[in-house]
């Protein structure tokens, strides 16, 4: 009489494997959540800048992506000219002499990631396409960072 199916010892090893292989994996999944945010964060950034070059490029008017702190920036467009301001722009997200079209908080969609951009927080974008400001902007989490790079004399923008 043959017994066919398996043995006690060779389900045992079996089980022992597929632990050993999930703990593995498990260790991996917080650095590469990590990467995510940090990733999905630069390419939010991207796309925003992207869109506020464009606009300023069709519109004819200076356009600009501000950071007021490490986790938050906006995106908006050039003051009212008749305020006598010396750069054109008003500092923040909350002014009501910017038309401000977007506010970004990453702390709500990529949790721990903070963003690091000098000397002025700010981006503008110029109705000839060209930018100027702030170079680069750097996006950190733990150990994972990304940053955003800008060719000020041709306003191309790049994840680099």
């Given amino acids: 009489m043959k017994n066919k199916g398996f043995t006690l010892v060779e389900i045992l090893i079996t089980i022992a494997l597929i632990g050993i292989l999930s703990a593995m994996a498990a260790l991996t999944i917080p650095g590469m959540m990590d990467s995510y945010k940090v990733r999905g964060s630069a390419r939010q950034l991207y796309s925003d800048m992207q869109m506020a ?26 003051v009212n000219t008749a305020t006598n301001l010396a750069d054109g722009w008003t500092d923040g997200c909350t002014t009501a002499n910017d038309t401000i079209i977007k506010t970004v908080t990453l702390a709500s969609d990529y949790s721990g990631v903070s963003a ?19 170079n680069p902007v750097t996006f950190s989490k733990g150990s994972r960072t990304q940053s955003i790079c ?9 994840i680099c």
């Fill in 53 to 78: 070059r464009l606009r300023a490029i069709k519109e004819g008017k200076q356009w600009a992506v501000e950071f007021t702190d490490s986790t938050t920036y906006c995106v908006k467009s050039e």
């Fill in 150 to 158: 800008l060719t000020t004399g041709t306003g191309r923008i790049r």
């Fill in 116 to 134: 690091t951009s000098s000397p002025t927080g700010r981006v503008q974008f110029n109705p000839n396409g060209t930018a100027g400001g702030t």
